[in-house]
């Protein structure tokens, strides 16, 4: 159990103070028994009219807390070699205490060495970053650096420290030989929270979940940038839809009058869609420049998988089929009713940005039913009793004949 949380724990600090803490807390244990143990055996000998260490101290005449907080000091006193005012009295005593000697010694070797071996493999994975620390400060006083341009320089590597980019999975060596069953598994952990976002693949999920399995494991990857990068530039074929997860990117666009102008930019948010278009059109090219500007991570979906995976496949089918039909016509009405301006959309092109959450959710609706009927279920529970309403005056109507 105490292996399943550490291996849900993330963090080199919150493992090495878990392992700590582990190591402190199966010692506080095993003393609990033996302090229960030793006081037991203290009054089982005292009661048959041997003098034992219960009677020595007048255990009897303190209070119950007293006596197991008295015992559990004497059992901690043999595991960590300290010492205290009670002492073996009769021979079962003796034996006892011997036996826990030997335990003592043998648990506390133990416990230093796997604490002392726990911060050894914390400073080793940190040796790189002290070694630098050092260097860093070794400089501000060989070249006589000013505290305020030194503290500026610290905040800036710390903030640089906290927003390193995240792990992919091409970067974890112990991930590579993964079976198929379980890596497909694994990224369906990943990626699916994700998609779960948009209702088009909630509604091929429904469809068929086979699907978004194999969207998964074969046509997804994450990737981080820093700021002003850019992901891509206009009239570029595009070969990727986005998700973003993390930071803030920007899109910027052209008047048409205006070819090589940046005229505004379009902030970018986490939980937003860009260019979804490719996933319809075989030659979509972007509108536009995205660019980071803060850290930012995002989910990258590659067109042909998704083509040929949600397209070609029997069950969603007909409900991708719809939706694109639906999606286009509102693409396009959106073009031709677009005015000239800094807009969202502009003049006469669509926008790889995404479009009306609420317009995108009544169009999957339409295209999968399953999905209309999920959604009907959780936020009007009340069709359904109107559904078994309605079942039985129709079963009463035609049993009296009307």
Request: aromatic share 14%; charged share 20%.
């Amino acid at each position: 159990m105490l292996q399943h949380v550490a291996d849900s724990l993330y963090g080199d600090l919150n493992v090495l103070i878990f392992k700590i803490s582990s190591i402190v807390l199966s010692v506080v244990c095993v003393n609990h028994f033996i302090a229960c143990f030793w006081y037991w055996l203290g009054s089982f000998t005292g009661e048959g009219g041997q003098p034992s260490w219960t009677t020595d101290i007048q255990a009897g005449l303190e209070s119950a807390g007293f006596q197991y907080v008295a015992a559990f000091h004497w059992s901690l006193s043999n595991f960590a070699t300290a010492t205290t005012r009670i002492n073996a009295i009769n021979a079962w005593e003796h034996m006892f205490a011997i036996f826990v000697l030997f335990a003592g010694l043998v648990s506390f070797a133990s416990s230093l060495s796997a604490i002392t071996s726990a911060v050894a493999d914390y400073r080793a994975v940190e040796v790189d970053t002290l070694q630098n620390e050092k260097k860093l400060r070794a400089f501000f006083g060989d070249r006589a650096i000013s505290p305020a341009m030194s503290s500026r320089i610290w905040e800036f590597v710390r903030s640089r420290r906290r927003n390193r980019p995240k792990l992919i999975e091409a970067n974890v060596k112990l991930l590579n030989g993964l079976p198929k069953i379980l890596r497909i598994e694994l990224r369906k952990d990943m990626f699916i929270p994700h998609l779960q976002t948009h209702p088009l693949f909630q509604g091929l999920e429904l469809a068929d979940p086979h699907v978004i399995s194999r969207l998964c494991d074969r046509g997804m990857e994450f990737r981080g940038v820093p700021p002003m990068e850019d992901v891509f530039n206009r009239a570029e074929k595009a070969a990727y839809v986005y998700y973003v997860i993390g930071g803030t990117l920007q899109y910027y666009f052209q008047r048409p009058q205006a070819r090589r102008a940046v005229v505004g930019a379009i902030d970018v948010h986490p939980n937003e869609w860009i260019s979804e278009g490719a996933f319809w059109f075989d030659n979509w090219v972007h509108f536009g420049w995205l660019r980071a500007k803060t850290p930012s991570e995002f989910l990258m979906l590659n067109v042909e998988v998704f083509q040929m995976v949600a397209l070609k496949s029997p069950s969603p089918y007909l409900g991708s089929t719809i939706y694109k039909q639906a999606w286009v016509k509102q693409i396009k009405d959106d073009v031709r009713s677009q005015e000239d301006g800094v807009t969202r959309l502009f003049k006469g092109r669509p926008t790889d940005l995404a479009g009306d959450k609420q317009l995108l959710e009544h169009i999957a609706y339409d295209a999968f039913p399953d999905l209309a009927r999920r959604y009907e279920m959780r936020f009007n529970p009340e069709i359904l009793k109107l559904g078994s309403f309605s079942s039985k005056i129709f079963q009463s109507t035609s049993s009296s004949g009307l």
